[in-house]
């Protein structure tokens, strides 16, 4: 696994919050808010560890957030879910790791859309599979229909839609969801798909790949209490599939993290059950820290893609000079003491479209946002 190096690299989320810490530099690279979530959700956790729900929860989850996801799903998106298609996990990434460690072969493909979250391509490698890539090209990132048949083969075993889509911001429309589900079906591929930016839409409006005829009887779907609630440091995540499929993947789970923070997991319920009002309201403060950031980064000379719902913006240094968003990602705390991430990661290195490009979190404090603006100002000179 460690290869000729002897170890896996850090993720360029890690390598780059570093670099933030050690120069100082405002840190718009990893996905994190620098503020906290509903006071429901914060009060919940310190309720619960004060009621001493302090050890192992059961082995699939605690019933509250089971009850909870369920509740979530037959609520926002009229599917009938039970408890029973519930398992709690160790974030959107531990529900990852598990599903794809528990279906995938060596030899096995796995499709997914370029860019794509770092995640996949590198669980992907430690089940010994290989991702195909559906390519989203600039300027707008969507995806092209016509580009998705020819990623599956006979050797393709699972399908990521990642929708909204980390890193791009895009919203999948909902012919894209149905040809995923018509290739899946004809390839008899299995359907993960990675919702959790799901109550993040700004713009356009998030259809859960659940809901299209064919998708259920072959799908994972997975999301997370952390972009939701800022509460990205509890690692609470669900997944919601087939009773027999949870059993499955709860057999790999048991020996990857066992269970997960007890005292989280009733407080991540009672986000999930917030009121209507109060989801609006987290949208709202987010699209306003994005169109900050947009409009702050346009100022500056960059070309940024409107983002439809999520935490970052896309930035294209190109136009200022910067062909190569690997070497200004690094020099960019010297430059204008901001940290953002190259989106290289994201994708094989034979896309040389992506090259220029770099990605921006809005998941910060106006003020932050506005010092960030200002500092990226020294680029323009
Ligand atoms: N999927 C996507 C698309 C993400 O952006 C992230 C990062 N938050 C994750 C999965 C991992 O989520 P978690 O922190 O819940 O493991
Ligand atoms: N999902 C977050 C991002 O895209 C970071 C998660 C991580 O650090 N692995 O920035």
Same mark, same amino acid.
């Given at each position: 696994l460690l290869g000729s190096t002897g170890e896996i690299a850090p993720t360029i989320f890690a390598e780059m919050t570093a670099l933030a810490t050690r120069t100082g530099a405002i840190n718009?690279?990893?996905?994190?808010?620098d503020f906290d979530g509903p006071a429901v959700v914060l009060d919940a956790a310190q309720r619960a560890i004060r009621d001493g729900v302090n050890q192992y929860s059961p082995g699939r989850g605690h019933p509250e957030l089971l009850e909870a996801v369920a509740e979530h799903q037959r609520r926002w998106y009229g599917l009938g879910t039970t408890t029973a298609e519930v398992l709690v996990t160790a974030g959107a990434t531990e529900a990852l790791a598990a599903t794809m460690l528990a279906y995938l072969e060596p030899g096995d493909e796995v499709v997914v859309f370029e860019p794509y979250y770092d995640a996949y391509a590198a669980i992907a490698g430690l089940a010994g599979a290989r991702i195909v890539p559906i390519p989203l090209s600039p300027p707008t990132f969507e995806p092209d229909v $016509? =580009? *998705?048949? =020819?990623?599956?083969? &006979? =050797?393709?075993r699972m399908v990521i839609v990642n929708s909204?889509?980390?890193?791009?911001g895009v919203v999948f429309d909902e012919d894209v969801l149905r040809e995923v589900v018509r290739c899946a079906e004809r390839r008899d591929a299995l359907i993960v798909t990675d919702e959790?930016?799901?109550?993040?839409?700004? $713009?356009g409006r998030h259809v859960p790949i @659940? &809901? *299209? $005829?064919? @998708?259920r009887d072959r799908l994972v779907s997975i999301g997370s209490g952390g972009k939701t609630f800022s509460t990205?440091?509890?690692?609470v995540g669900w997944l919601v599939s087939t009773p027999e499929r949870v059993t499955q993947i709860l057999s790999v789970k048991q020996y990857l993290t066992f269970v997960n923070g007890a005292p989280f997991q009733p407080a991540i319920a009672a986000g999930l059950r917030m009121d209507d009002e109060a989801f609006d309201t987290l949208a709202a403060t987010f699209a306003r820290k994005r169109d900050l950031l947009t409009r702050g980064l346009r100022s500056v000379g960059l070309t940024v893609p409107d983002a439809q719902a999520g935490y970052f913006v896309l930035a294209d240094g190109s136009g200022l000079g910067f062909a190569n968003a690997t070497d200004l990602a690094r020099r960019l705390p010297e430059l204008a003491g901001v940290v953002g991430v190259p989106l290289a990661p994201f994708a094989r290195a034979s896309r040389h479209d992506l090259k220029p490009w770099m990605r921006f979190a809005f998941c910060k404090r106006d003020e932050v946002l506005r010092d960030a603006v200002d500092r990226l100002g020294a680029l323009r000179g």
């Amino acid at each position: 696994l460690l290869g000729s190096t002897g170890e896996i690299a850090p993720t360029i989320f890690a390598e780059m919050t570093a670099l933030a810490t050690r120069t100082g530099a405002i840190n718009l690279g990893q996905g994190f808010p620098d503020f906290d979530g509903p006071a429901v959700v914060l009060d919940a956790a310190q309720r619960a560890i004060r009621d001493g729900v302090n050890q192992y929860s059961p082995g699939r989850g605690h019933p509250e957030l089971l009850e909870a996801v369920a509740e979530h799903q037959r609520r926002w998106y009229g599917l009938g879910t039970t408890t029973a298609e519930v398992l709690v996990t160790a974030g959107a990434t531990e529900a990852l790791a598990a599903t794809m460690l528990a279906y995938l072969e060596p030899g096995d493909e796995v499709v997914v859309f370029e860019p794509y979250y770092d995640a996949y391509a590198a669980i992907a490698g430690l089940a010994g599979a290989r991702i195909v890539p559906i390519p989203l090209s600039p300027p707008t990132f969507e995806p092209d229909v $016509d =580009r *998705i048949e =020819r990623a599956f083969t &006979s =050797r393709t075993r699972m399908v990521i839609v990642n929708s909204p889509h980390n890193p791009t911001g895009v919203v999948f429309d909902e012919d894209v969801l149905r040809e995923v589900v018509r290739c899946a079906e004809r390839r008899d591929a299995l359907i993960v798909t990675d919702e959790v930016y799901e109550h993040l839409v700004y $713009d356009g409006r998030h259809v859960p790949i @659940a &809901s *299209i $005829d064919g @998708a259920r009887d072959r799908l994972v779907s997975i999301g997370s209490g952390g972009k939701t609630f800022s509460t990205t440091g509890w690692k609470v995540g669900w997944l919601v599939s087939t009773p027999e499929r949870v059993t499955q993947i709860l057999s790999v789970k048991q020996y990857l993290t066992f269970v997960n923070g007890a005292p989280f997991q009733p407080a991540i319920a009672a986000g999930l059950r917030m009121d209507d009002e109060a989801f609006d309201t987290l949208a709202a403060t987010f699209a306003r820290k994005r169109d900050l950031l947009t409009r702050g980064l346009r100022s500056v000379g960059l070309t940024v893609p409107d983002a439809q719902a999520g935490y970052f913006v896309l930035a294209d240094g190109s136009g200022l000079g910067f062909a190569n968003a690997t070497d200004l990602a690094r020099r960019l705390p010297e430059l204008a003491g901001v940290v953002g991430v190259p989106l290289a990661p994201f994708a094989r290195a034979s896309r040389h479209d992506l090259k220029p490009w770099m990605r921006f979190a809005f998941c910060k404090r106006d003020e932050v946002l506005r010092d960030a603006v200002d500092r990226l100002g020294a680029l323009r000179g």
